[in-house]
């Protein structure tokens, strides 16, 4: 495979994001511990980490990086016709777009922190998102691709 390009890679899993840090500190301790303020945070990132090292070699890029990612959000019993998602029918007014937590900016920051010194050396070198989009589905995850960007 071309160094710089990855083949669109399915990440299974809820998207998690990349929040705020919260400041922890201990009864014996002279300066707090930092920590993600979502759990499954860490997890996330990891499978990202998985994934991408299966169709992509490691080797950080230190130009511009074009990123795309679809988030899916996996939709909730009362988007289908009697709740049934075995059916796969959905409502009419069932939405496409995915308009609540997480943000979108939190999202992509899990995955741009994920692969950080491992597909690019730092996450400013993302010049470009297209798309980023948050959507509904019958499961969750996340199709992902990047490529070095033509200077």
Do not use: C
């Not at 899993?13 to 993600?36: L, Y």
């Not at 130009?63 to 009362?78: D, Y």
């Not at 950080?116 to 798309?131: C, Q």
């Amino acid at each position: 495979m071309a160094s710089g390009v990855i083949p669109a890679t399915w990440i299974p899993g809820v998207p998690r994001p990349q929040g705020s840090k919260k400041a922890i500190m201990g009864k014996h301790q002279k300066f707090p511990s930092v920590v993600e303020s979502s759990p499954h945070v860490a997890t996330w990132r990891s499978d990202i980490q998985s994934a991408v090292s299966r169709v992509y070699d490691g080797r950080p890029l230190i130009g511009p990086v074009i990123v795309a990612a679809v988030f899916i959000f996996p939709r909730p019993l009362a988007h289908y016709v009697g709740g049934d998602r075995e059916r796969g029918r959905l409502k009419w007014a069932s939405p496409r777009y995915h308009t609540q937590d997480p943000d979108l900016d939190k999202v992509l920051r899990a995955v741009l922190d994920a692969l950080t010194g491992y597909a690019w050396s730092d996450d400013n070198r993302v010049a470009l998102f297209s798309p980023a989009v948050k959507i509904w589905g019958p499961t969750g995850g996340l199709w992902f691709t990047f490529a070095a960007a033509q200077s």
